[in-house]
């Protein structure tokens, strides 16, 4: 009976050393999707910036163009 339990005591052990090694790879798995997915909303962000300001510049442009046209009439 005493060898029964210290298998079957063996058996949880390992099962759990198994258990705990599936869930942290599901955890780095996570951690690595949560990464990339930082590193594109950054990556998206920067581009919706230089989007801007590249607006922001034409608009400029445009206006001193205006200003120009009304000041030449």
């Known amino acids: 009976m005493k ?3 210290i298998s079957f ?3 949880c052990l390992v099962a759990s ?3 705990c090694r599936e869930t942290e790879k599901k955890a780095e798995d ?3 999707a949560t990464e990339e ?3 594109e ?3 998206a962000t920067e581009d919706a910036m230089e989007e801007t300001k590249d607006a922001m510049e034409n608009a ?7 200003v120009e ?3 030449g009439n």
Do not use: I, P, T, W
């Open 60 to 66: 400029v442009d445009s206006l001193g163009n205006a």
């Open 69 to 71: 046209e009304v000041k």
């Open 17 to 19: 050393v198994y258990s």
């Open 3 to 5: 060898k029964l339990f």
């Open 30 to 32: 996570a951690m690595d």
């Open 37 to 39: 997915a930082v590193e």
């Open 9 to 11: 005591a063996a058996l």
């Open 41 to 43: 909303a950054m990556d």
